[in-house]
């Protein structure tokens, strides 16, 4: 197991791609380990240059009311 930082969105999809590849990985293997730091690193890496805000609680709203077919 070969694990690096994540510096850039190229990174960040290599991480992704490994991560695709042993997502299935079963429990007490190498491959499990690897996936629980991958996703801490992929985690860490989008909350710090992608991060989501607190929704706007009337847009909220809306957008519920929208799904539900309330609004006209």
Known sequence: MTIKPIRTDD?????FQRLEAIFQA?????????REVL???IEAYE???YPIGPADPI????FRMEQQG???
């Open 70 to 72: 309330l609004v006209v």
């Open 39 to 41: 996703v801490a690193l």
């Open 11 to 15: 990174d960040l999809q290599v991480a």
């Open 59 to 62: 847009e909220a709203i809306k």
């Open 47 to 49: 909350s710090r240059h």
């Open 26 to 34: 079963p429990e007490q293997t190498d491959e499990a380990d690897e």
